[in-house]
């Protein structure tokens, strides 16, 4: 059996790279964080995928958590809470997805994957959302592996429940669907990004992203 030696990443920047970075450092009168750099980088982003708000984070994960605590303040705002308290989520996924849900008292409902887009097994979730859907606050899906959900079917499914459906899309940044042309995954939804440095995208450091058309939502995060 052949052993392969593939690495997590390789480094990207060169020597004048270095340099750049070491300028901005001697010369930004210490003033390193949510200055002008920042608020260009999120419009960069925001006009990338094609959206109206991006929030620049510390991770992926911690982008995840505070969608979690925009729904859950949401749902108290409205008295749905705890009535409305599960969550749903890929059977595939990482830890940071689950566990910032949990933190906030939600209970993860783990749905199989299909074979096709390794997305939510639609017939699965869609008995699920039939029986149990006035107490679910969120469907969660993970896109993983550049794959892209079904998005129309999970979109057309929550309207149907009148369920809040956010992605985390770290995996599949540029992850694309047809809806009167092809359109970014987190164009229309609101949806979580890593730029950790394997990632797609990265910025030689941790990072992360809310993407996201809701001024609500956007001035919550920001907050």
Known sequence: MKNYNWKLSDNNFN???RLKICGFFLNYKNFWTQNKYV?????????????????????????NQLITQFVKDNLVKTGEWP????????????QS??????????????????????CLNYDNLS??????????????PTNVLGFTGNVLLLMDLCKKYKIPLKFDNCESSESMYFHNGWRN???EFTSS???????????????????????????????
């Not at 997805?97 to 390794?118: A, Y």
């Not at 008995?127 to 969660?140: G, M, P, Q, R």
Request: charged share 20%; aromatic share 18%.
């Open 15 to 17: 020597l004048w790279d």
């Open 185 to 187: 995954v987190s164009s």
């Open 39 to 63: 608020k260009e980088y999120e419009q960069l982003a925001a006009e990338y995928v094609g959206c109206r708000y991006a929030v620049y984070t510390s991770s992926g994960s911690s982008s």
């Open 97 to 118: 997805n689950v566990s910032v849900w949990v933190r906030e008292g939600f209970e993860p409902v783990f749905i199989d994957v299909n074979l096709n887009d390794f």
């Open 83 to 94: 009535k409305r308290n599960k969550v749903i989520v890929n059977s595939v996924t990482w």
């Open 127 to 140: 008995a699920f959302l039939d029986k149990n859907y006035e107490t679910i606050a969120c469907v969660f």
């Open 193 to 223: 990004t890593s730029v950790y440095i394997a990632h797609i995208w990265n910025n030689g450091q941790e990072g992360g992203f809310i993407f996201t058309n809701n001024k609500e939502e956007y001035e919550y995060y920001l907050l």
